[in-house]
């Protein structure tokens, strides 16, 4: 079955460096979506991108989308310590009618 | 603030104890989710609700029982669990059924002795 998958499994960097998740998917979508979820909490909707955008922007989050290579990237430029927290990105899969279906996330320590 | 409540935040109980887990949403949404979070292990959809029907039931065993009162509540029963059932229990709503984004609580955070 479809499934997003989220590389790498964790990452840390400095605060004020720029941070790359990147995650693949199998099957055809009609959108990608990137959620960030901090310790003990829910899972918070960041952005979303359509199967027919290459690109988005929100704020600090840039996001690339390219459905030849199934694949997607997060981009988080000047890191600070409160973007700790874990990212995950969710797959609208056509097959199954819009069902959402998510990676296992990144784990993203900013030290400061 | 995400506009969905979930409570209990942390739950402790023995195998043959009966709770429930509860969440609200303000969001006048009409599509109500249950997702079980285990570690190191993708968000699981255990059940789907629109308009108070149950839409999706994704073979989730017996001992867990939604319940969907109104388009606001949504009910997690719990009786008879097992220790592998111990996890986040996160709830989600979204406008319409499939719509999307979802708007999700903080969960439940379960462990079962």
């Known amino acids: 079955s479809q499934q997003g998958e989220e590389d790498p499994q964790a990452l840390s960097i400095q605060e004020g460096e720029n941070a790359t998740m990147n995650c693949s998917y199998k099957t055809s979508i009609n959108n990608l979506q990137w959620y960030r979820q901090n310790s003990g909490r829910g899972l918070v909707h960041l952005i979303l991108?359509?199967?027919?955008?290459r690109e988005k922007h929100s704020g600090r989050l840039r996001v690339t989308l390219d459905t030849s290579k199934k694949s997607s990237s997060l981009l988080i430029t000047a890191s600070r310590a409160a973007d700790t927290a874990s990212y995950f990105c969710a797959t609208d899969d056509r097959a199954s009618g819009s069902r959402l279906t998510f990676g296992e996330g990144t784990q993203l320590t900013v030290n400061p | 603030e995400t506009g969905v409540t979930q409570t209990p935040r942390h739950l402790v109980m023995g195998m043959t104890n009966k709770k429930s887990l509860k969440c609200e949403q303000h969001l006048g949404h009409n599509a109500m989710y249950w997702y079980k979070q285990s570690a190191k292990k993708p968000l699981e959809l255990m059940f789907v609700?629109?308009?108070?029907?149950?839409?999706e039931n994704n073979s989730v065993p017996s001992r867990f029982s939604p319940e969907c009162p109104n388009s606001s509540h949504l009910f997690l029963h719990l009786h008879t669990l097992q220790p592998e059932d111990s996890a986040l229990y996160l709830c989600?709503?979204?406008?319409?059924?499939?719509?999307?984004?979802?708007?999700f609580g903080d969960g439940t955070r379960l462990s079962i002795l």
């Open positions: 991108i359509r199967s027919n955008e």
């Open positions: 989600a709503s979204s406008q319409e059924y499939r719509a999307q984004p979802q708007h």
């Open positions: 609700y629109s308009l108070e029907e149950r839409v």
